[in-house]
Antibody, heavy 121, light 107 residues
Framework: EVQLVESGGGLVKPGGSLRLSCAAS????????MNWVRQAPGKGLEWVSSISSSSSYIYYADSVKGRFTISRDNAKNSLYLQMNSLRAEDTAVYYC??????????????WGQGTLVTVSS | SYELTQPPSVSVSPGQTARITCSGD??????AYWYQQKPGQAPVLVIYKDSERPSGIPERFSGSSSGTTVTLTISGVQAEDEADYYC??????????FGGGTKLTVL
């Protein structure tokens, strides 16, 4: 069974830092690109960042570019998001999501349960 | 930055057909994907590559594309289909984007 379990969320002051983790199991983690998607309270989904299977390709939304860093450790089946210079508008539930490419399915096919990040003084 | 535009809300009676649109300049060149999200839950992929349905998704869900607009159609809407629906695509640089979401209300 595919599982994605996020951790590391919490309350942080503006300007502070936080590191999110996503532990993956039930599939060959090193074969998939992975993403972070966030959702502010009562708002829609916002794609944050993606990283290819071998970390060769990394992309960021303009809203987090220069402040957030995505990384992965395929040996530990883990995805990370280092968040620096946090702002109130970064307050959201952060989801780890797997991107699948294939003949029978493509898209964000598995999501974690999310971890809440609150940026407030 | 690239944007996908969805109507904020759509309302239909049970058994009727719901159509949710998503507009974006790059949609003629990039596939669209649709996700269903119910309160307190993670999103679920319901349509991929404009019109393909993942296994396990009911046949009443379908997708289509015409020019800069893609459409999610739910035929014979059921009460359990009440949810937020999001389209998602990519721009030419590889960055991904979600539409603003559409709240489907089953009257």
């Amino acid at each position: 069974e595919v599982q994605l379990v996020e951790s590391g969320g919490g309350l942080v002051k503006p300007g502070g830092s936080l590191r999110l983790s996503c532990a993956a199991s039930g599939f060959t983690f090193s074969s998939y690109s992975m993403n972070w998607v966030r959702q502010a309270p009562g708002k829609g989904l916002e794609w944050v960042s993606s990283i290819s299977s071998s970390s060769s390709y990394i992309y960021y939304a303009d809203s987090v570019k220069g402040r957030f860093t995505i990384s992965r450790d395929n040996a530990k089946n883990s995805l990370y998001l280092q968040m620096n210079s946090l702002r109130a508008e970064d307050t959201a539930v952060y989801y780890c999501a797997r991107w699948t490419v294939g003949a029978t399915q493509e898209g964000f096919d598995y999501w974690g349960q999310g971890t809440l990040v609150t940026v407030s003084s | 930055s690239y944007e996908l535009t969805q109507p904020p809300s759509v309302s239909v009676s049970p058994g009727q057909t719901a159509r949710i649109t998503c507009s974006g300049d790059a949609l003629p060149k990039q596939y669209a994907y649709w996700y269903q999200q119910k309160p307190g839950q993670a999103p679920v992929l319901v349509i991929y590559k404009d019109s393909e349905r993942p296994s396990g998704i009911p046949e009443r869900f379908s997708g289509s594309s015409s020019g800069t607009t893609v459409t999610l159609t739910i035929s014979g809407v059921q009460a359990e289909d009440e949810a937020d629906y999001y389209c998602q695509s990519a721009d030419s640089s590889g960055t991904l984007v979600f539409g603003g979401g559409t709240k489907l209300t089953v009257l």
